[in-house]
């Protein structure tokens, strides 16, 4: 069975500084996806960013990038420029390849944004 | 394009009823999953439809059922309510299962069980 765990329950950063959060999975499957989803206070889950496990390049999304490290199963997102807004909860998630949109979550990073 | 609804949005049962949650995705998406959202145990799945067809089922009880009708939408039954199915029940709907389209989530139902 597939896990992801996040290491940090919260961490904090100060405005238009970096921050990263950390994320850690385990799979026996070589093809997979990897997700950072971000839910406000508002509690609607909205996608940050998407990885596929089979391209080595590391995505990127505006000021949100990911350091995805496949033999070490680690996939991190850095907040660039962080902003008041970037407030919420963070969660990566694990998909498998295949016919299914079956998420598996980590349990979360609560980040605050100082001015 | 309108996003995906969940109704209603707050709840409130007593233990041993129970209660019937709705999902309506976006238009032409045709995937639905379904989670559960707590304090304790985090997001976790509950089941993913697709074609009106369950494809996929999370370790849950068999209080905790759904369908998904020809337009889409879907609905989760939970019978004889416990206080701990007190949750952000979260719906999420994509164009296809298992494909690298996006999936959208819904706002959630909050169920609080008394």
């Known amino acids: 069975a597939q896990t992801v765990t996040q290491s940090q329950p919260e961490m904090s950063v100060q405005e238009a500084e970096t921050v990263t959060l950390s994320c850690t999975y385990d799979?026996?499957?070589?093809?997979?996806?990897l997700f950072w989803y971000k839910q406000p206070p508002s509690r609607q889950m909205i996608l940050v960013i998407r990885q596929e496990a089979y391209k080595q390049q590391n995505a990127t999304e505006n000021r949100f990038s990911v350091n995805f490290q496949k033999a070490a199963k680690s996939f991190s997102l850095k907040i660039s420029d962080s902003q008041l807004g970037d407030a919420a909860m963070y969660f990566c998630a694990y998909r498998s390849a295949g016919n299914t949109d079956k998420l598996i979550f980590g349990t979360g990073t609560r980040l605050q944004v100082f001015p | 394009k309108a996003g995906v609804t969940q109704t209603p949005r707050y709840l409130i049962k007593t233990r041993g009823q129970q209660v019937t949650l709705s999902c309506s995705p976006i238009?032409?998406?045709?995937?639905v999953s379904w989670y559960q959202q707590t304090p304790g145990q985090g997001l976790q799945f509950l089941f993913e439809y697709f074609s009106e067809t369950q494809r996929n089922k999370g370790n849950f009880p068999g209080r905790f059922s759904g369908r998904q009708f020809s337009n889409s939408r879907s609905e989760m039954n939970v019978s004889t309510l416990e206080l701990g199915d007190s949750a952000l029940y979260l719906c999420?709907?994509?164009?296809?299962?298992?494909?690298?389209?996006?999936?959208?989530f819904g706002p959630g139902t909050r169920l609080t069980v008394t």
């Open positions: 238009s032409g998406h045709r995937s």
């Open positions: 999420a709907s994509s164009l296809v299962a298992g494909s690298t389209y996006e999936q959208y």
């Open positions: 799979t026996s499957e070589s093809d997979y996806y």
